[in-house]
């Protein structure tokens, strides 16, 4: 199945001609329609880090070198994550428009939008870089294992994906799926090592890092980043196969319920 | 171009089912273990096949709530059949009145992404881009988001992308009620120039003269079941029958 998808994907030329129409337009309704513009899109993981940073390195006085990159890297990871799952539960909702009147591949609504999701992450990389190597006074500066970013974002767009799959598709069923999303990811933004020293996290949850793909990419995300070190492979290929399983669910599920959204919702 | 088969439809089917009781939540759903919704069937579309060559205009009549619109929604893709197969050959686009925009969008906006939906590139969006905004009318709101516009505006910009980007199928439903007489008459023009040439139509109308002009096959619904398809004047005199 996903085969003939990404067979029709590439045989149909205008295809990546509009997921990118719909990522960009994707963006800029999220982004320019306020006054502030893209300078949100900059400013917010600013303002997380500064919360983090107070409550963490000032008030409990942990000792983690580097601690607002370490801080920067993990939540640009997570708003990642969370944008692309919780903000689109209601996607099939919203973007009716474009399945309703047509015989459009709803695969597109959830790439494009990720895209979308892609190109904001990419402006907070873009700052987390220069400010790791401008501003950080324990950046370790850049390294060749910097390359393998790539294929850690390829790990987390994957995951999101499948998971937005599962979500917005249920949402067709179950409307509250977005309170119980919303408790799961709160549970799951303080399983992750985004704040806490991987030493710490490790000795308390022996063996979670395997359990929760996020935590995972975003220990593996750090130590390309900031630790000079090649990714943890057991970890990486760990956490692409969460991805793949979560995908080919997704999928199921998008041929099963999501061809009833258009009756449905 | 004689023969290619635009749309195969096998044993199709559809039933909705309505509950009354809204049991569309988790808790709703938990604590209705043992106390099931009830249920309502409706079959809107009983058992039935059809074949449709690329290049025809369909007439689809039938009094209202016959199943003209779940056969048209079936038969593009847009809802899935309960049974049986459609088999689709190119692009579909529904079309009746507000047609498939975001209201969050620009009516610029909207043309890109419906001309992109439809399959044309952006370039070729680019060079379409004038003409549908003159022939829509709306030369002074083309950056203004369409939710401010009004309903003849909306239908019009509608219309307009459809008639000039083009869906390979298109199904029209009563699109001849859109705008004042101008816009009709010109919408009529077009229709009958060399638009409708090369394209599948199936026309939903309950305007009898549009269905004789241009469909030379028709299908006639009853209570979900297409009682006749074939020569448009024998579906017409079975609808009037119908109507008596």
Redesign the interface.
Known sequence: MVLKILNDWFKGSNKFERLWLLAKIEFKLRYYENKLGLLWALLKPLLDIIVYYIAFKVILKNDIPAFASFLFIGLIIWNFFLESTTGTIQILSVKKYLYEYSNMNKLEIYVSTLLSNSIGFFFNFVMFLLFYNIFEKASTGLSFYNVWIIAVFVNLFVLSLGMSLILSTLYILAKDINQIWTVFTSFLFFLSPIFYKLSTFKSALPHFDYANPIAGIIINARRIMMEQSPPDFRLLIFDYGYAIVLLTIGLIFLNKLGSRAAEKL | MENVIAITAKDISKT?HISEDSH????H?LFNLFNPPTRKDVQALKLTSLEIQKGECIGLIGRNGSGKTTLT?VL?????TDTGYVK?NG?????NLG????H??TAR?NI??SG???????KEVDQLFDEIVEFAEIQDFVDTKVKFFSSGMMARLAFSIAVKAG?DIMFLDEIFSVGDMKFQEKAVKVFEGSWIQGRTVILVSHGMGVIEKYCNRSVFMKNGQIEFFGDTGKAIEYYTMDNQ
């Open positions: 909705f569309n939540t988790v808790k759903r929604k593009a893709g847009v809802y899935p689709i692009s579909t686009m529904l079309m047609v498939g925009m975001s969050e969008l906006e890109y992404v992109s939906v439809l399959g044309l590139k952006i869906a």
